[in-house]
């Protein structure tokens, strides 16, 4: 006889996981003792509040790598040496000092309308000597 | 091709006239072709829009008027079939007639919407049964207590019947209304609803007081509270958890199979 083929219950609505699971860690924390409950609710406010500082995109993995290397180097935070690197672009670009047009190819997405094509010495950043 | 939704529970005051009103004004607002019918004898719906209470669904179950001259157009793609005392007059109209189950099936069937949201009467009669009959899906709102909870078992056990006399559903939802995410009854609800019955159970609608107040104006939640907890969900982190813009997009994924 052929191995009948069990399958799993579909999973829950994600909104509704989540909501569960936040009101589970609640309700065990609320038995806690108080010091501990102040010092869980400090350490949720703290990464609250760095939650708005955080960004995803999408960078080429040997920028990436670039970055994390010199930021050892330097013995910074990958963050801050990005967050200067963004803001210098973002100020020589509303100077009208860097110009995009060069790098424009027309995307056939339906959400761009561009897309920025790279040459290959722009991202293979050359270390200084 | 056009979906028909009862939002149905035999428990009252949990919240189906609400639900169905507020999701309606959404999906018109979305430009989903929308008919409200209002299928409870309090005919509610029409005062929830700021109209006067009607006997649409007599018109158009007892004097055979035709949908077109029934319906009301309340906002651009939304009409609204009106109900009131008279209603009670149609339950009598429907036990006399032959295939009466399927009297609500059969005047809906050509009507040239998206969506049609049925707001069911608590209670187990007739045009109930008309309602669940001609549902593709079920939307069953609930409060988080035992006795409403209780109620959302009788519905499931009703269309379990009448998909025994050959009726298919796409599916069903439960709705969780008047959620308050602090008490311990809600979480312990709440859990066991998941448990049960998975992902059936759409994300909650915060307790909200807003709620009441907008029908006292006679407004929409979309028009007098759009930024209100029952409409935002609950905010943790980056993300919003329930709410009816989020209930709003899990309506849309069924209307879109």
């Not at chain 2, 045009?127 to 669940?132: P, S, W």
């Not at chain 2, 959620?179 to 066991?192: A, Y």
Request: aromatic share 6%; hydrophobic share 40%; with cysteine.
């Amino acid at each position: 006889m052929a191995e009948r083929k069990l399958e799993r219950r579909a999973a829950l609505d994600p909104a509704v996981a989540d909501l569960l699971s936040g009101m589970q860690q609640r309700q065990t924390e609320s038995q806690l003792p108080r010091k501990e409950r102040e010092r869980l609710t400090k350490e949720r406010a703290k990464i609250q509040s760095r939650r708005d500082l955080r960004a995803t995109y999408d960078l080429p993995p040997n920028l990436r790598e670039s970055i994390r290397v010199l930021a050892e180097e330097l013995r910074l935070p990958a963050s801050q040496l990005v967050t200067l690197a963004l803001a210098r672009f973002m100020n020589e670009y509303n100077n009208g000092q860097i110009d995009l047009g060069k790098y424009k190819q027309p995307s056939r997405s339906p959400r761009y309308d561009w897309n920025l094509i790279f040459p290959e010495d722009l991202i293979h950043v050359k270390k200084k000597k | 091709m056009m979906k028909i939704f009862a939002f149905a529970n035999q428990k009252g005051g949990v919240g189906k006239t609400t639900t169905a009103v507020t999701l309606a004004d959404g999906l018109a607002r979305l430009k989903i072709r929308t008919l409200l019918v209002d299928l409870d004898p309090q005919g509610h719906l029409a005062l929830s829009f700021g109209l006067e209470k009607s006997p649409g669904l007599y018109r158009l179950v007892c004097l055979d008027e035709p949908l077109s001259e029934v319906k009301v157009a309340v906002r651009p793609y939304l009409d609204l079939v009106t109900g009131d005392k008279q209603t009670e007059k149609v339950k009598r109209q429907i036990t006399l007639s032959d295939f009466r189950e399927t009297i609500l099936t059969d005047l809906l069937r050509d009507a040239s919407y998206d969506a049609v949201l049925l707001d069911m009467a608590p209670s187990l009669d007739v045009l109930h049964i008309n309602g669940l009959i001609a549902a593709d899906w079920v939307v069953i709102p609930t409060r988080l207590d035992a006795l409403a909870v209780d109620g959302v078992k009788e519905i499931l056990t009703t269309m379990a019947e009448i998909t025994r006399t050959g009726h298919s559903y796409q599916g069903y939802s439960i709705l969780p209304t008047f959620f308050d995410r602090t008490t311990r009854e809600t979480l312990i609800q709440f859990q066991d609803l998941a448990r049960t019955f998975s992902d059936h159970v759409w994300p909650p609608i915060p307790q909200d007081t807003r709620v009441r107040e907008t029908a006292a104006y006679g407004k929409t939640m979309w028009d007098y509270s759009p930024n209100s907890s029952a409409m935002e969900g609950y905010l943790e982190g980056r993300q919003k958890l329930g709410g009816y813009r989020q209930v709003l997009g899990r309506m849309m994924e069924v209307i879109n199979g």
